[in-house]
């Protein structure tokens, strides 16, 4: 009951009020009678009563407090007060607002772009009901890839998941046919964001391509997305799927291609040289259990049909399945993994003995997600290390906008001491007046909040519609799903509250308790010497925070210059990478194929410009590793000397590449394999005999513990011989690892494996242009891409992971840079206006207007400078951190070092200079008069 009459008192406040200074009153009147009855006159008893009791309107807000239902009532009226003071000071809580919208939009937007892109989930209908399904071998590898046989074990035994589907690994980029006019692949390319950048070229092909998944057949029923237009080939049986091979097109596709011409269901069309029937039409945007939209759909059965050549799915021993399933009613994920777990044991037994799928492993189920594995499994744990990075650059932007309002709060501070001290001796308690000021401070925080959130959203919102026309179609199209939902809005507002608190509780404390003494000394123009240090001590903050933020966005932009201009040892301009794809069938066997690319050689040889020919991976590439023995002696964990790349060349490749022989000379193609000559690179040559002469003395590589395909050609067995030594070339990878080579001659019998390098004496444009009808001449059915060895580099991870990291440091390090120069500005602004009576007395008293602005510019120089030197010990830490993005750089760049430290200072004292100068034009007369 004693609750339902606070609820009652809520609500009849004005008798509440009564009966409290009624129970007032009869405490006076008892003491008053108590005193009486000791003798006191009337008159005493009645004035000692009330000095004894206290002020009365004290006790009754202390009365007030002690009913739990007051709290409400007080927080109102807390932010009704709050609400006002922001309004009257419309100035402040502008800028407030603006510094800490900025910095909770950019944290608000990268938790947004994280959630639309590495925490999605499946795009279906119920996707919490959607699991992934992998392996976990007692290796400790993980397997996300399963054979078909296996994928058809899982789909039509597992009990606990009401449909299990599949997708073949990734996208294929197929040559499309039968649709009319052929669209140029370089146009396309250029026509986007990144090609008319230079970033991501797509290359010249002859032929169009379409980017196609291959899915189970039940794909769509199991996500329970059904198409737009026409049918799915759920339902098709396998002898209609043969018969008549049917194909989904998306409605992306559909529109940027043919126009959403309705009369293209039903039609035919040319996939791989293969005529399959569209059927329906998927809904705009959907990516299924990937991230990206592709522009066709085929069933996995008739993967055969699409490529004659592929045996896989006779084949239990050959993954590249991705497996998916939805769980049934009532079913846990720990309950399916139990039963995949069973059936994976039961299906090792059909497997080679000697294949990795025959031994023990565990198996894993998890909430789907596109990718393949978990995020902090793998490689992709790089990917949770670099958003951890990202996050932690964010936050620190949000550290800095905090400093920046509390340095504001600080200095308005001042202006409000006798409103504060006021209020106490009125009777209020400290905690009451931080109260206030937090509720104040709340205010900021829910206002910014709001208009981080509607910034963040409008500017990922934007930046999801650039992504998705920004990237050549063989890249596939990029969707992001950036509307808020419920997680996002509970992030603002947590974020809203937790800054609320880090820029509102120092201010507060330090205000409540310097209010008092501040009006008895009646300084209230002046700060006191903590407020100053604590402001200062702000400012420092913001500056150390911003030039660490600067300085490791602009060691990633030199990093990214510096890949640009970096030493390959190789020509990179005047060098054509063209790769040739075969049609497929019997009748393209090795013989052909060889005979096709050396007929190629040579008619592209005689076009005028040409310099040179040769077969071999370009040096972009990465290469496959070997361990290497000295002396002929087999490879061992014992006699390993070194780990290197090795690569198969041609005889002329280092005078069409442009790489020098150093010493020795290189090699001739040799029939027998036995003592073979090989040319090593200097880094290498210095790995395997470090200050010897290489030349002459033999080695052997072995590849059992390396990584490699069944088809690799591999360089196991024979002993080979130094014949000489070549330049180092860079550009494949960070660590310079790619220095360290082993050329081998290429056998005459695998020259269809490799592509062909051309070296031009002009405009490789030209050449690409005359490359395609010299093909259709040769043979109409081969299908060519053609790629400048510079724009290879610019898709190569040296120039792509600085690049896109700088893309990121870079505006945030700018947002740090603004939000820290509007700190400043802000707080000299105010302190130049609470300083104009000080400032009047300085220049009553023969100061000169130099001397005033010297003054200022000295009070705002020493934190700065303070901030820049703790800055520096930052973007040493988080320069140490990046260190594996900073190609050719050291962890200290004097470039980035000094030259944006001095800039800093520079616009932070120019900040500083705008609100002094005021301070010069002050009349010393107009500002003694100044209250």
């Not at 980029?173 to 052929?182: C, E, F, M, N, Q």
């Not at 590793?625 to 002329?652: C, H, M, W």
């Amino acid at each position: 009951m004693a609750w339902f009459s606070r609820v009652r008192a809520f609500f009849r406040r004005g008798k509440l009020a009564r009966e409290l200074d009624d129970e007032l009153e009869f405490h006076l009147s008892m003491r008053e009678q108590w005193n009486v009855a000791q003798g006191m006159p009337q008159a005493e008893a009645r004035r000692e009563a009330r000095l004894r009791f206290g002020n009365p309107r004290v006790w009754r807000e202390r009365l007030r407090e002690i009913d739990l239902m007051i709290l409400p009532q007080t927080v109102l009226q807390d932010l009704d007060f709050g609400a006002r003071m922001l309004c009257r000071n419309i100035g402040f809580t502008v800028v407030a607002v603006l510094a800490l919208a900025l910095g909770i939009g950019v944290n608000t937007a990268a938790f947004t772009a994280y959630k639309a892109f590495f925490d999605r989930p499946l795009d279906a209908r119920e996707p919490k009901r959607m699991v992934n399904i992998a392996l976990s071998p007692r290796s400790g590898a993980r397997e996300a890839f399963f054979s078909y046989p296996d994928y058809q074990a899982y789909r039509d035994q597992l009990h606990s998941l009401s449909g299990v589907i599949a997708h073949a690994t990734n996208f294929e980029a197929l040559p499309i046919s039968g649709i009319g006019d052929t669209a140029s692949r370089l146009d396309a390319a250029t026509d986007t964001r990144t090609g008319r950048l230079g970033l991501l070229p797509t290359g010249v092909s002859n032929k169009e391509f379409a980017e196609v998944m291959i899915v189970s057949e039940n794909y769509f029923s199991v996500l329970g997305v059904a198409p737009i237009g026409g049918r799915s080939f759920d339902a098709m049986t396998a002898s209609e799927l043969a018969a008549t091979p049917p194909v989904l097109i998306s409605e992306n596709y559909w529109q940027r291609r043919f126009g959403a011409d309705p009369a293209l269901l039903g039609k035919t069309i040319g996939l791989n040289g293969v005529a399959f029937t569209i059927i329906g039409i998927t809904p705009r945007d959907f990516s299924g259990t990937t991230v990206l939209v592709p522009d066709f759909w085929v069933p996995l059965t008739l993967k055969p049909v699409l490529h004659a050549d592929d045996h896989s799915q006779r084949d239990r021993e050959a993954p590249y399945c991705r497996v998916f399933g939805r769980l049934a009613p009532g079913v846990r994920i720990d309950q399916a993994q139990a039963e995949v777990n069973l059936l994976a044991n039961r299906l090792r037994a059909l497997h080679d003995p000697r294949s990795d799928w025959a031994k023990p492993a565990t198996a894993l189920v998890w909430p789907g997600s596109p990718f393949p594995l978990p995020l902090d499994w793998g490689q992709f744990s790089q990917i949770r290390y670099a958003v951890l990075l990202i996050m932690l650059a964010v936050g620190l932007v949000l550290v800095i906008a905090c400093a920046n309002v509390a340095s504001l709060q600080l200095a308005r501070a001042t202006s409000r001491q006798s409103e504060l001290c006021m209020r106490l001796w009125l009777g209020a308690s400290r905690m009451r007046i931080v109260r206030q000021l937090l509720t104040e401070s709340a205010l900021l925080g829910l206002l910014a909040g709001a208009a981080g959130l509607m910034s963040s959203w409008l500017l990922t919102k934007a930046a999801a519609i650039m992504a998705t026309y920004a990237f050549p179609a063989e890249y596939g199209t990029v969707i992001f799903r950036v509307t808020p939902d419920l997680g996002t809005f509970v992030y603002v507002f947590a974020l809203s509250m937790i800054a609320s608190l880090l820029f509102g509780l120092v201010p507060a404390l330090e205000s409540s308790r310097s209010a008092f003494a501040t009006m008895l000394k009646g300084n209230q123009g002046t700060p006191s010497g903590r407020s100053r240090r604590l402001r200062d001590l702000f400012i420092a903050g913001q500056v150390a925070v911003a030039l660490a933020l600067m300085i490791a966005g602009g060691m990633l932009i030199h990093s990214s210059l510096h890949a640009l201009k970096v030493d390959t040892g190789y020509e990179i301009k005047h060098l054509v990478n063209l790769n040739l794809s075969f049609p497929e069938g019997k009748e393209y066997t090795a013989e052909r194929r060889n005979a096709l690319v050396r007929q190629l050689r040579s008619r592209v040889a005689a076009l005028p410009g040409v310099a040179a020919v040769t077969n071999a991976f370009a040096p972009v590439f990465s290469a496959r590793r070997a361990d290497v023995s000295l002396n002929g002696e087999l490879p061992s964990v014992q006699n390993t000397r070194a780990t290197l790349s090795f690569t198969y060349i041609k005889e002329n490749y280092f005078d069409t590449v442009g790489i020098p022989i150093l010493s020795g000379h290189s090699f001739k193609l040799q029939s027998d394999r036995s003592g073979a000559p090989v040319v090593l690179s200097e880094s290498a040559a210095q790995q395997l005999w470090p200050g010897q002469n290489p030349i002459g003395r033999s080695l052997r590589l072995d590849t059992d513990r390396q990584f490699h395909s069944k088809d690799d050609l591999l360089p196991d067995g024979p002993v080979y011989q130094v014949v000489g030594v070549a330049r180092d070339t860079h550009g494949a990878s960070l660590d310079g690892s790619d220095s360290e080579l082993i050329y081998l001659p290429m056998p005459e019998v695998r020259l269809q494996d490799f592509p062909i390098l051309i070296r031009t004496q002009s405009d490789p444009k030209q050449l690409l242009a005359a490359i395609n009808p010299v093909v259709e001449s040769i043979d109409p059915g081969l299908t060519t891409s053609s790629f400048t060895l510079e724009e290879l580099l610019q898709q190569s991870v040296i120039f792509i992971l600085p690049g896109f990291a700088a893309a990121i440091a870079t505006p945030v390090g700018f947002v740090g840079l603004f939000l820290a120069l509007l700190g400043i500005y802000g707080t000299v602004s105010y302190i130049v206006v609470l300083r104009t009576r000080e400032v009047g007395i300085r220049m009553a008293l023969g100061a000169k207007k130099r001397d005033v602005l010297a003054l200022m510019l000295r009070e705002v120089a020493s934190p700065v400078l303070a901030g820049l030197v703790v800055g520096m010990i930052f973007a040493v830490g988080a320069s140490y951190l990046l260190r594996g993005l900073l190609h050719g750089l050291s962890t200290v760049d004097s470039v980035s070092f000094a030259g944006i430290s001095l800039l800093f200072l520079a616009v932070a004292l120019i900040a500083a200079w705008l609100p002094s100068r005021r301070a010069m034009r002050v009349d010393p007369m107009v500002a003694l008069r100044c209250e």
